[in-house]
């Protein structure tokens, strides 16, 4: 990250204080205060897609803002080496920005980067590579290849998980506003495939219909507390998991018996038991209430068996090239020793058995996972599945690959 010293001013003009006190003006970046507000000319994108300037050498983090622009915002918090503040006015607008096609897309915070042009994206993505690798091994003008984009970057993600709650009597089904445990109510997800929105959408009708108890989060209590689905790309066939914080889910033979009726693209319908007051999505147990009990999915010539609870590239097309790359980069000739560390259902060394040599998944031992379904023989004969730590090294290796990180765009 430059350490450039941002052309940057406090605004003079008085902001109310949120608990009633008047916004005052600062002359040097040791005597900003929360609630102050500032102009910031901002410089560039950060990791978590927040506007990234500078105050005489100190950081300011702002969401919603893009390189170029000059905003106006009001602090938020301050630390010793950086600020957070909160958009108030853009007085320069970037070129790159855009509208954002969802319509909860500043509440929700399930995206980051919607009012960014993609190719703008791209270029910011790219441009963070480049500065971590110079910050954490101090190479320059390190030549990068080209960051590969989609040709179509909306309905790519084949799996979403959504909370369930209740809002003045009426079902919600959603994500959490950031930092807080309020529910936006989400429907036609602009980054989900349009088979798993209709999934969703008449799931919370049928919900609704037939009462099914709501979980209840403060009282820790009811029944329905997430649904998730995710489709197979290859056959069009949604697995469907519904999450309960009780073991007996009332009326769920006439939920199963609708769903199968209104949705026959629904193959598998499972529930999952979780009655820990926690933050995590699934609990420890999980029933097959109807059809299938694992979904088939492929890529490129391996075919995938996954459980409800197993973990899969949320985006199939980039994944394959992503994949691809890595083959590509690798260079193997048949005779190496590879390590897949922390290889959730190990795709990326399946997808590259049939160049490489002897392949090693190596997996935290955690939960359910998928599992491959169909293999050509000499390929099985050359993998194994190590469910270890994967921080264990293992001698006479030749190339050890790290799985990307699992996050949202």
Same mark, same amino acid.
């Given at each position: 990250?430059?350490?450039?010293?941002?052309?940057?001013?406090?605004?003079?003009?008085?902001?109310?204080?949120?608990?009633?006190?008047?916004?005052?003006?600062?002359?040097?970046?040791?005597?900003?205060?929360?609630?102050?507000?500032?102009?910031?000319?901002?410089?560039?994108?950060?990791?978590?897609?927040?506007?990234?300037?500078?105050?005489?050498?100190?950081?300011?983090?702002?969401?919603?803002?893009?390189?170029?622009?000059?905003?106006?915002?009001?602090?938020?918090?301050?630390?010793?080496?950086?600020?957070?503040?909160?958009?108030?006015?853009?007085?320069?607008?970037?070129?790159?920005?855009?509208?954002?096609?969802?319509?909860?897309?500043?509440?929700?915070?399930?995206?980051?980067?919607?009012?960014?042009?993609?190719?703008?994206?791209?270029?910011?993505?790219?441009?963070?590579?480049?500065?971590?690798?110079?910050?954490?091994?101090?190479?320059?003008?390190?030549?990068?290849?080209?960051?590969?984009?989609?040709?179509?970057?909306?309905?790519?993600?084949?799996?979403?998980?959504?909370?369930?709650?209740?809002?003045?009597?009426?079902?919600?089904?959603?994500?959490?506003?950031?930092?807080?445990?309020?529910?936006?109510?989400?429907?036609?997800?602009?980054?989900?495939?349009?088979?798993?929105?209709?999934?969703?959408?008449?799931?919370?009708?049928?919900?609704?219909?037939?009462?099914?108890?709501?979980?209840?989060?403060?009282?820790?209590?009811?029944?329905?507390?997430?649904?998730?689905?995710?489709?197979?790309?290859?056959?069009?066939?949604?697995?469907?998991?519904?999450?309960?914080?009780?073991?007996?889910?009332? !009326?769920?033979?006439?939920?199963?018996? $609708?769903?199968? @009726? #209104?949705? =026959?693209?629904?193959? /598998?319908?499972? +529930?999952?038991?979780?009655?820990?007051?926690?933050?995590?999505?699934?609990?420890?147990?999980?029933?097959?209430?109807?059809?299938?009990?694992?979904?088939?999915?492929?890529?490129?010539?391996?075919?995938?068996?996954?459980?409800?609870?197993?973990?899969?590239?949320?985006?199939?097309?980039?994944?394959?090239?992503?994949?691809?790359?890595?083959?590509?980069?690798?260079?193997?000739?048949?005779?190496?020793?590879?390590?897949?560390?922390?290889?959730?259902?190990?795709?990326?060394?399946?997808?590259?058995?049939?160049?490489?040599?002897?392949?090693?998944?190596?997996? !935290?031992?955690?939960?359910?996972?998928? $599992?491959?379904? @169909? #293999?050509? =023989?000499?390929?099985? /004969?050359?993998? +194994?599945?190590?469910?270890?730590?994967?921080?264990?090294?293992?001698?006479?290796?030749?190339?050890?690959?790290?799985?990307?990180?699992?996050?949202?765009?």
């Amino acid at each position: 990250m430059s350490k450039q010293n941002a052309s940057l001013k406090m605004d003079q003009e008085p902001v109310p204080h949120p608990a009633g006190k008047r916004g005052r003006s600062a002359a040097s970046a040791e005597d900003v205060k929360t609630g102050d507000r500032v102009v910031v000319t901002v410089k560039q994108i950060g990791i978590n897609g927040e506007g990234v300037g500078y105050y005489r050498r100190k950081a300011v983090f702002i969401q919603g803002v893009l390189p170029d622009e000059v905003v106006k915002a009001r602090v938020t918090k301050v630390e010793p080496s950086y600020m957070q503040a909160e958009l108030v006015q853009i007085e320069k607008k970037s070129s790159d920005r855009q509208k954002p096609a969802c319509p909860v897309y500043e509440a929700c915070g399930g995206c980051q980067l919607q009012h960014m042009t993609y190719p703008a994206q791209l270029r910011a993505k790219e441009r963070l590579v480049q500065e971590a690798f110079e910050r954490y091994t101090g190479l320059r003008n390190l030549p990068l290849k080209p960051i590969i984009g989609m040709d179509h970057p909306w309905g790519y993600r084949n799996k979403v998980q959504m909370q369930v709650g209740l809002k003045n009597g009426r079902v919600q089904m959603g994500l959490y506003v950031p930092g807080s445990h309020e529910l936006v109510d989400i429907s036609g997800c602009p980054i989900q495939d349009k088979s798993v929105n209709r999934v969703l959408d008449e799931v919370k009708v049928i919900v609704s219909e037939l009462r099914i108890p709501i979980y209840q989060e403060k009282l820790h209590k009811g029944g329905l507390r997430t649904v998730v689905a995710r489709i197979a790309q290859e056959s069009g066939n949604v697995q469907l998991t519904l999450i309960t914080a009780c073991d007996d889910l009332p !009326r769920k033979d006439e939920l199963v018996a $609708r769903i199968r @009726q #209104r949705l =026959p693209l629904v193959t /598998s319908i499972a +529930q999952n038991i979780h009655t820990s007051k926690t933050s995590l999505v699934f609990g420890e147990k999980t029933v097959m209430l109807w059809g299938q009990e694992r979904l088939r999915e492929r890529l490129s010539d391996v075919q995938f068996s996954l459980s409800p609870r197993a973990f899969f590239q949320l985006n199939p097309e980039q994944t394959v090239k992503l994949y691809d790359a890595v083959q590509e980069a690798a260079a193997l000739t048949g005779r190496e020793l590879v390590v897949d560390a922390y290889c959730g259902t190990g795709t990326i060394t399946l997808a590259g058995a049939a160049c490489e040599g002897s392949a090693r998944h190596r997996s !935290r031992p955690r939960g359910d996972r998928g $599992r491959p379904a @169909q #293999r050509a =023989p000499e390929r099985c /004969s050359r993998r +194994q599945l190590l469910c270890r730590q994967g921080g264990d090294t293992a001698a006479g290796v030749d190339s050890r690959r790290l799985s990307p990180r699992r996050d949202r765009r």
